[in-house]
């Protein structure tokens, strides 16, 4: 299977740290993404992962640990523009690079 | 730079209507297609990808069909339409290593 699990929601709050974590139990992929989705928009990509540790962009910073079957994506000094959902996939380079994505985590940031 | 395109964005159609949903991509040359679907409140479920013209892979069984008539054109459709198509529908395209999404086309099927 491509189980690809993440929390349905958070809540944190402006100027704060969150962490999304994504577990999944599949193999043979070559990257894990993140997306960020605005509600009624389209995703846009964030940041992506090849090789295990930390890949920092500015306040976004994404990090994989194939041997744990484990990711998390790190949003740092939160604004309020930040409240989205955040997806994880897993792209497939024997399948045409097609991404299969978790469910999705609803980040709402507080004032 | 590339470009990607999808219309409409919205759409109201009657149960056991056709479908035809349109995405091109500029700036490109022979890219890989995807065209996912959106629930309400769910991630994205993809349904058919291409890679190269004329080369469709399914992933989900039902009454959708795709098709790429050329190498930056991906069409979406469906003979007669049923409730449970309704969603967000979405192209993407890539060449390695992200996608990159199209606009959406948010469907109602009534």
């Known amino acids: 299977g491509q189980n690809i699990d993440q929390p349905t929601e958070m809540t944190a709050t402006e100027g704060a740290i969150v962490q999304i974590n994504c577990t999944y139990q599949?193999?043979?992929?070559?990257?894990l993404f993140w997306y960020q989705q605005h509600a009624g928009e389209a995703p846009t990509f964030l940041s992506y992962n090849v090789l295990d540790g930390l890949e920092e962009k500015g306040r976004f910073s994404s990090f994989l640990s194939r041997s744990k079957g484990y990711s998390y994506l790190l949003l740092k000094e939160l604004q309020m523009k930040d409240s989205a959902s955040y997806l994880c996939a897993v792209s497939y380079p024997a399948a045409g690079n097609k991404l299969t994505f978790g469910g999705g985590t609803r980040v709402l940031v507080k004032p | 730079s590339q470009t990607i395109h999808q219309w409409p964005a919205t759409l109201v159609q009657p149960v056991g209507s056709p479908l035809s949903l349109e995405c091109t991509v500029e700036g490109t040359s022979n890219p890989n297609l995807y065209w996912y679907r959106q629930a309400a409140g769910r991630g994205l479920q993809l349904l058919f990808y291409s890679v190269g013209i004329g080369q469709i892979s399914s992933e989900v069984p039902q009454n959708l069909s795709a098709s790429r008539p050329q190498d930056r054109q991906f069409i979406l459709s469906s003979k007669k339409l049923l409730l449970s198509d309704s969603g967000f529908y979405l192209c993407a395209w890539s060449e390695q290593p992200e996608a990159f999404f199209g606009q959406g086309t948010r469907l109602t099927v009534v």
């Open positions: 599949t193999s043979g992929f070559n990257g």
